[in-house]
T-cell receptor, first 116, second 114 residues
Framework: DAGITQSPRHKVTETGTPVTLRCHQT?????MYWYRQDPGHGLRLIHY???????DKGEVSDGYSVSRSKTEDFLLTLESATSSQTSVYFC???????????????FGDGTRLSIL | AQKVTQAQTEISVVEKEDVTLDCVYE???????LFWYKQPPSGELVFLIR??????QNEISGRYSWNFQKSTSSFNFTITASQVVDSAVYFC???????????FGQGTTLQVKP
């Protein structure tokens, strides 16, 4: 199994509070991704990173920010959580991405976030 | 625009039946990659297979087989002699050679009853 740890695994918080989810990898992979999973939508990309301090938006990036100060850590922040951000969040890593990418992404176990 | 469609939302079969999960994709890229992932009830996502757009050979791995047809933009997944442990949500995904981003289908929930 790929060495990916997401924390926390479960979190309940209130609307308007800031929330930070952490993804930690031990594989030294360059690419890291944050997805959210919602019924009827599969997984949708929020943000991704292609190196330390290099990040880009995915298809559902509004209301989220990310940071990557070290290769092994990728943080996802909800600045002011809303009920629509209640979801299961997955982190993924891959050895390569971008042009010519054919490497599979490997996923963490997910974080279940409930915003009341 | 890229898109992956898994038209079957839920499938229920009895153990030992064969079952095929459909995946249809849309892309304008000439080079792209297709994936299948399994999400068992425990929630983790497990990578099953990768196929690139230049390789239309079917692949078999034990009870699993995949049929890739560019002419119909399909990448279907067949489980032969299904088992209860195959019960899961299965996702088909498409990766663009230009961006490397994965586009997922909505998923098919497979229930295998004993």
């Amino acid at each position: 199994d790929a060495g990916i740890t997401q924390s926390p695994r479960h979190k309940v918080t209130e609307t308007g509070t800031p929330v930070t989810l952490r993804c930690h990898q031990t594989e030294n992979h360059r690419y890291m991704y944050w997805y959210r999973q919602d019924p009827g939508h599969g997984l949708r990309l929020i943000h991704y990173s292609y190196g330390v301090k290099d990040t880009d938006k995915g298809e559902v990036s509004d209301g989220y920010s990310v940071s990557r100060s070290k290769t092994e850590d990728f943080l996802l922040t909800l600045e002011s959580a809303t009920s629509s951000q209640t979801s299961v969040y997955f982190c993924a890593i891959s050895e390569s991405g971008g042009l010519g990418s054919n490497q599979p992404q490997h996923f963490g176990d997910g974080t279940r976030l409930s915003i009341l | 625009a890229q898109k992956v469609t898994q038209a079957q939302t839920e499938i229920s079969v009895v153990e030992k039946e064969d079952v095929t999960l459909d995946c249809v994709y849309e892309t304008r890229d000439t080079t792209y990659y297709l994936f299948w992932y399994k999400q068992p009830p425990s929630g983790e996502l497990v990578f099953l297979i990768r196929r690139n757009s230049f390789d239309e050979q079917n692949e078999i791995s034990g009870r699993y087989s995949w049929n890739f047809q560019k002419s119909t933009s399909s990448f279907n997944f067949t489980i032969t002699a299904s088992q209860v442990v195959d019960s899961a949500v299965y996702f088909c995904a498409l990766s663009s050679s230009n961006t490397g981003k994965l586009i997922f289908g909505q998923g098919t929930t497979l229930q295998v009853k004993p």
